[in-house]
Nanobody
């Protein structure tokens, strides 16, 4: 069982930056691929980025590539999403999720943190 708690959301002007954190409970955090997703009102949840269990591999949605950076600190059981050059269309609730090593589905999800980018 893994519990995930996101933090770091807030209101920021376009062009600004925010850093989201996702703290995980459980001793096996380092065995999970960690992902970030977001959902805007009236839209489906969409993939943002993920990072492999070791941190050696990352992958980004085209919409955030070059602006967002995902990282993790397995010693602190925490994954981060650094968001730069924010745009109003980045406004959403951001969720972190955990996918077991070798699995193909994210099975644990946080409650989300709101990010609002004003124009």
């Amino acid at each position: 069982q893994v519990q995930l708690v996101e933090s770091g959301g807030g209101l920021v002007q376009a062009g600004g930056s925010l850093r989201l954190s996702c703290a995980a409970s459980g001793r096996t955090f380092s065995s999970y691929t960690m992902g970030w997703f977001r959902q805007s009102p009236g839209k489906e949840r969409e993939f943002v980025a993920h990072i492999s269990w070791s941190g050696g591999s990352t992958y980004y949605a085209d919409s955030v590539k070059g602006r967002f950076t995902v990282s993790r600190d397995n010693a602190k059981n925490t994954v981060y999403l650094q968001m730069n050059s924010l745009k109003p269309e980045d406004t959403a609730v951001y969720y972190c999720a955990a996918r077991p090593y070798g699995g193909n589905a994210y099975v644990y999800w946080g409650q989300g943190t709101q990010v609002t980018v004003s124009s």
